[in-house]
C-alpha cells in the first residue's frame, strides 16, 4: 500500500480529516472533537492553538501515533486508517521537537533509517543521505559519520528535516521541530524549510503556538480552539486582516497589522516617485531640483542609476560640491517585505525607505503613506464578500 | 540537550581509565607474589597436598567456571526478564519479579546454597552455581529496568512515528541505550558472583573456598592466605573485564 504513495515522489498530497474525534481512555472530554479539515496537497497547513488545545493529538492522528477514537482519515485517495501503521508512517515523514535523533546512531545511520526500514540496498541509502545532507546545507563528508551530540541545535534540526525527508514521502508531519533552537537560528530554519518547500511541494502539517511562526510559513493556517475546534481556517493574511472572531484576534495578537506587512512584498505595493540627481550632477542642478519639488532631499544615483546615497537641503547651503554634502543609504529591494521597509523608514532620517528594482536601479520610494495606504486596503479586501487573498 | 542521554547515565570518565590500566598490574603483582610466596617454602605433606601447581590451578579455573556459569544465567534471565516488565503489556509483573530479585539478594547467600541443597538433596556444580545465581540477579535485572525506563519517551516517539515495528524499536534503539547501565550492573552482579563463589564448596562445587575451608579448618595459615589472596585477586581480575567490556561495548554516540 505503501507502493502507491510513493509512486509520486517529490509532490504532495491531499490529507481529509473527516469528523474526527479522539477520547482518551479515562478522559471526560474528547481531546479531538468531531473535526474536519481539508488540506490541499503540496501546502504548508499550520496547526496553531493554545497548549492543551489538541493540535498535536490531531496532527498525530494522521499517522496513527494517536488513533482516532471516530472519523475518517484520507490520504491522496487511500484511507490512513486501513494502512498497517507501520507501513503508513514510513511514508509519511516525521519530524519532532529538538530532533529526537538517536544518540547511539550516526548522522548517517540516523538519516538513512527509514529506507532502511523500507529494505532500500545500501548504495541507495548511502546515496539518498548525501543528497539529503546536502539539500539541508550540511556537507556529507563532515558531518555524516559524526553523531548527535557533536552537531548544535540547529544543526540536529535539519538532521531531523532531512531524516523525515529520507524517504521522499508526500506528507510531511512537523511537530513545533523549530520549538527549542535559539531565534536566530529558528529564523534562518524556517527560511530553509520555505526554500525546500518552494522545490519539493510536500503536503506538510506544521503544529506549533508561535502564531509568527504560523504566519511566516503557513499557506494555510487553521487556528485552533479547545478540544481542535477550528476556529478559522484560512490564509495568513485573511487572518490577520479579518478573525473571525474574538478569539482568533486574542491569539493574533495585537501585532496584526505589522505581521500583515510581513506578507507583502515591496513589488506588490505602488512606489512613490522621489526625485532623483546624479552623482556627477553639479550643485546648481541639485539646488534647482530641490527647488521645483516640494521635498527637501533627495535621492543621489551612480553611473548604473543605482541609488547610492541621499543628500538634504540644508547640507547643500554649506558644501562647495555634491560630494561633500552626500550621505550613505540604505535600500530595500522590490523582494523586501513590507516590514522591512518600515524598518528602514523608521531608521533613515529622511522617512522613506529607498527601493532598487531590477538591476539594482533606482525605483522609487516607500513611505508610511504607502504603508498605511496597503493595510487599509488589505482590510477592506478581506471585509469584501468577494475580497481575493492577495 | 534531551537527544543525548540523561546526564546520570554511566560513562568511562579518565579516572576509570587509569584504574583499567592500573587493576591488572596490581593484580598479576599481587597475585605473583602471594604464588611465589606459597610455593617457596617448605611445606608439610599435609600442605603439599594442598599446595601444588595441579590443584591451585584446578581449583582457580573451577572458580572461574562457577563465576561464569553464574554471569550467563543471569544474563540469560536478568536481561529478557528486565525486557518484559517494561513492556506496556507486563508492568504489574514488575512489582513482582524485582520482588524475587530483592529476596534473592537480600538473603544471605549461604543460606540459599544450604536452602537448596536441603531441598534436592544433591551437591555439585549446579547446586553451587544456582543459589549464586540468584545471589547476583538483582544488579543486571535493576540496571536493564533502569536502563530501558531513562530511554527518553520523545526518541521513542520519533522511533515509532519513523515506522519501527516494536520490536525494531526495542532492538535499534531501547537496548542500545540501556546497553552502559546493563554493563554497570553486569559488573557488580560479576563482582558479586566471583565473591560468592568461595562459598560453593560448601555443596560440594569446588573453588578457591576449599583452600580457605582446608587452611582454617587445619589452623594452616599458608593455605588460608593463599586461598584468600587468590579469590581477592580473581575478584579484581572480573571486575577489570567488567570495565573492559564498558569500554568496549557502550555505543560511541553515548561517551
Redesign the interface.
Known amino acids: 500500500m505503501t507502493e502507491q504513495l510513493e509512486s509520486q515522489p517529490s509532490s504532495g498530497a491531499q490529507i481529509v480529516l473527516d469528523h474526527v474525534s479522539k477520547v482518551y481512555p479515562g478522559a471526560k472530554q474528547p481531546a479531538v472533537d468531531d473535526t474536519s479539515l481539508d488540506i490541499p496537497a503540496g501546502e504548508i497547513v499550520i496547526f496553531v492553538g493554545p497548549s492543551g488545545c489538541g493540535k498535536t493529538t490531531m496532527m498525530r492522528m494522521i ?1 496513527r ?1 494517536s488513533e482516532p477514537t471516530s472519523g475518517r482519515i484520507l490520504i491522496g485517495d487511500k484511507d490512513a486508517l486501513s494502512i498497517k ?7 509519511i515523514g ?1 519530524a ?11 548522522i548517517r545511520q540516523n538519516v538513512g ?2 529506507p532502511g ?1 523500507l529494505r532500500w540496498d545500501r548504495k541507495k541509502i548511502a546515496d539518498r543521505v548525501d543528497e539529503l545532507l546536502d539539500l539541508v546545507g550540511l556537507d556529507p563528508g563532515q558531518y555524516a559519520d559524526r ?3 557533536q552537531l548544535s ?1 540547529g544543526q ?1 534540526q535539519r538532521v531531523g528535516v532531512a ?1 523525515a525527508l529520507a524517504a521522499d514521502p508526500p506528507v510531511l ?1 512537523m511537530d513545533e521541530p523549530f520549538g527549542a533552537v535559539d531565534p536566530i537560528t529558528r529564523s534562518t530554519l524556517q527560511d530553509e524549510l520555505l526554500r525546500l518547500q518552494s522545490d519539493l511541494r510536500k503536503t506538510i502539517v506544521f503544529v506549533t503556538h508561535d502564531f509568527g511562526e504560523a504566519v511566516k510559513l503557513g499557506d494555510r493556517i487553521a487556528v485552533l480552539g479547545q478540544q481542535s475546534k477550528v476556529l478559522q481556517y484560512d490564509t495568513p493574511q485573511a487572518i490577520l486582516a479579518n478573525p473571525a472572531d474574538d478569539t482568533v484576534a486574542g491569539f493574533v495578537g495585537s501585532g496584526a497589522s505589522l505581521r500583515q506587512l510581513s506578507l507583502v512584498r515591496v513589488k506588490d505595493v505602488d512606489l512613490r516617485p522621489h526625485p532623483a540627481v546624479h552623482r556627477t550632477d553639479s550643485l546648481e542642478s541639485v539646488r534647482n531640483v530641490l527647488a521645483g519639488s516640494e521635498y527637501d532631499w533627495v535621492v543621489v544615483v551612480d553611473d548604473r542609476d543605482r541609488p547610492v546615497n541621499w543628500v538634504r537641503e540644508s547640507r547643500l547651503r554649506h558644501s562647495q560640491t555634491l560630494a561633500d554634502a552626500l550621505e550613505p543609504l540604505d535600500v530595500v529591494s522590490t523582494q523586501s517585505t513590507l516590514e522591512d521597509a518600515l524598518e528602514a523608514i523608521l531608521a533613515e532620517q529622511h522617512a522613506s525607505a529607498v527601493v532598487s528594482g531590477p538591476g539594482s536601479k533606482y525605483a522609487g520610494v516607500v513611505t508610511l503613506d504607502t504603508l498605511i495606504d496597503t493595510i487599509t486596503r488589505l482590510r477592506s479586501e478581506a471585509e469584501a464578500p468577494d475580497g481575493d487573498e492577495s | ?5 540523561d546526564s546520570t547515565a554511566p560513562k568511562t570518565t579518565g579516572a576509570e581509565r587509569l584504574r583499567l590500566l592500573i587493576q591488572p598490574a596490581l593484580v598479576l603483582v599481587v597475585g605473583a607474589a602471594v604464588i611465589f610466596w606459597a610455593f617457596d617454602r617448605d611445606l608439610t605433606a599435609t600442605q603439599q597436598e594442598n599446595i601444588n601447581v595441579g590443584n591451585v590451578s584446578a581449583l582457580i579455573w573451577q572458580h572461574l567456571l562457577i563465576t561464569f556459569a553464574v554471569t550467563a544465567i543471569v544474563l540469560a534471565v536478568g536481561i529478557p526478564l528486565g525486557i518484559l516488565v517494561t513492556r506496556p503489556g507486563a508492568r504489574v509483573l514488575r512489582p513482582f519479579i524485582v520482588g524475587i530479585a530483592n529476596i534473592g539478594q537480600a538473603a544471605p547467600a549461604i543460606g540459599l546454597l544450604v536452602l537448596l541443597f536441603l531441598w534436592t538433596a544433591k551437591t555439585g556444580f549446579w547446586i553451587g552455581v544456582l543459589p549464586i545465581a540468584l545471589y547476583s540477579l538483582l544488579p543486571v535485572l535493576a540496571s536493564t529496568i533502569l536502563g530501558l525506563d531513562q530511554v527518553d519517551r ?2 521513542m ?9 516494536r520490536s ?1 524499536l526495542l532492538f ?2 531501547e537496548l ?2 540501556a546497553i552502559p547501565y546493563i554493563l554497570a550492573g553486569l559488573r557488580t552482579s560479576l563482582v558479586i558472583a566471583v565473591g560468592t563463589a568461595t562459598l560453593s564448596f560448601l555443596v560440594n562445587a569446588g573453588g578457591l573456598g576449599i583452600l580457605i575451608d582446608t587452611g582454617y579448618k587445619l589452623q594452616d595459615n599458608v593455605t588460608l592466605i593463599l586461598g584468600s589472596v587468590l579469590a581477592v585477586c580473581l575478584a579484581l581480575l572480573v571486575d577489570w573485564f567488567g570495565g573492559l567490556a564498558e569500554f568496549f561495548f557502550n ?4 561517551r
Open positions: 499517522n501515533l501503521p507501520t507501513e503508513l508512517r514510513r511514508s516525521y519532532i521537537q529538538q530532533a529526537g535523533l538517536f544518540p547511539h546512531m550516526t533509517l527509514v526500514l553523531y548527535p551530540r541545535g540536529q531524516r508531519l | 540537550m534531551t537527544t543525548a542521554v520523545s526518541l516517539d520519533a522511533g515509532r512515528g519513523q515506522g519501527m515495528a525494531a535499534r534503539v542500545p541505550l555505543p560511541k554516540g553515548l
